[in-house]
C-alpha cells in the first residue's frame, strides 16, 4: 500500500517568510496529491491539491509542486500570515481509490 | 463547495454507555465516507470505509462490534462507540467522498469524545 512521509514536523517561521513543506510517497500509481490545513478542534480543509498529469499548480500565495520521477510533493506558502499557523497535511491516492493515505502532519507556526 | 457536517461536536460520556455521532453530506452524494480517529498532535488514521447501502470496511485493528457505521443513504453515515471505555476518548472524524468526480474529500468538523 500506500506510504506518505512528511517533513519537517514543526516550522516556525517569521511573519512575511515562505515556508515549505515536503511529502514523499511509495505508490508510483498515486496520482492525486491533496493538502489539508487543520486548525486546533477542528477537521482537515482541502487547501490545495495537484493531478499527477502537472507539474505545479498555484493558488494566491499557495502552490505546490509535483515530481513524479522522484515521488515527491511540496507545499510552499509565501508571504506568511499568522493566520497560516495550523498543522498542514499531506496525503496521495489514486483516482477512484479509497485507500487516501496522510503524511505525519507539520506544525506551522507563523511568528508575528 | 462540497459541505460535510458532522455532529455533535463534543461529547461526554459515562463508561459503558453508546455514543453514536452522525456526518451528513449537505449539498452532494457521497457514495463513500470514510472515519478517521484523531490522537492529540498525531495524524488522521482511517478507522473505516463505508458505501451507501453496503457493509462497511475495517481495517486492521478496528473492532467492528466496538465500532458501529452505517451509511443507510447517500447523504448520511454514521458511527456509533458501543460500551464506550475512557481508551476510547479521542477526535473522531469523517469525510466523504463525492461521487461525481471521485477526487476529493470533505472532511467533517470533528468529534471530541470524552468518556468518563
Known amino acids: 500500500g500506500e506510504n506518505v512521509e512528511q517533513h519537517p514536523s514543526t516550522l516556525s517561521v517569521q511573519e512575511g517568510d515562505s515556508a515549505v513543506i515536503k511529502c514523499t510517497y511509495s505508490d508510483s500509481a498515486s496520482n492525486y496529491f491533496p493538502w489539508y490545513k487543520q486548525e486546533l478542534g477542528k477537521g482537515p480543509q482541502l487547501i490545495i491539491d495537484i493531478r499527477s498529469n502537472v507539474g505545479e499548480k498555484k493558488d494566491q500565495r499557495i502552490a505546490v509542486t509535483l515530481n513524479k520521477t522522484a515521488k515527491h510533493f511540496s507545499l510552499h506558502i509565501t508571504e506568511t500570515q499568522p493566520e497560516d499557523s495550523a498543522v498542514y497535511f499531506c496525503?496521495?491516492?489514486?483516482?477512484?481509490?479509497?485507500?487516501?493515505?496522510f503524511g505525519a502532519g507539520t506544525r506551522l507556526t507563523v511568528k508575528p | 463547495g462540497a459541505v460535510v457536517s458532522q455532529h455533535p461536536s463534543r461529547v461526554i460520556c459515562k463508561s459503558g454507555t453508546s455514543v453514536k455521532i452522525e456526518c451528513r453530506s449537505l449539498d452532494f452524494q457521497a457514495t463513500t465516507m470514510f472515519w478517521y480517529r484523531q490522537f492529540p498532535k498525531q495524524s488522521l488514521m482511517l478507522m473505516a470505509t463505508?458505501?451507501?447501502?453496503?457493509?462497511?470496511?475495517?481495517e486492521q485493528g478496528v473492532e467492528k462490534d466496538k465500532f458501529l457505521i452505517n451509511h443507510a443513504s447517500l447523504t448520511l453515515s454514521t458511527l456509533t462507540v458501543t460500551s464506550a471505555h475512557p481508551e476510547d476518548s479521542s477526535f473522531y472524524i469523517c469525510s466523504a467522498r463525492e461521487s461525481r468526480t471521485n477526487y476529493g474529500y470533505t472532511f467533517g468538523s470533528g468529534t471530541r469524545l470524552t468518556v468518563v
Open positions: 463505508s458505501n451507501e447501502g453496503s457493509k462497511a470496511t475495517y
Open positions: 496525503a496521495a491516492t489514486t483516482y477512484n481509490n479509497n485507500d487516501m493515505r
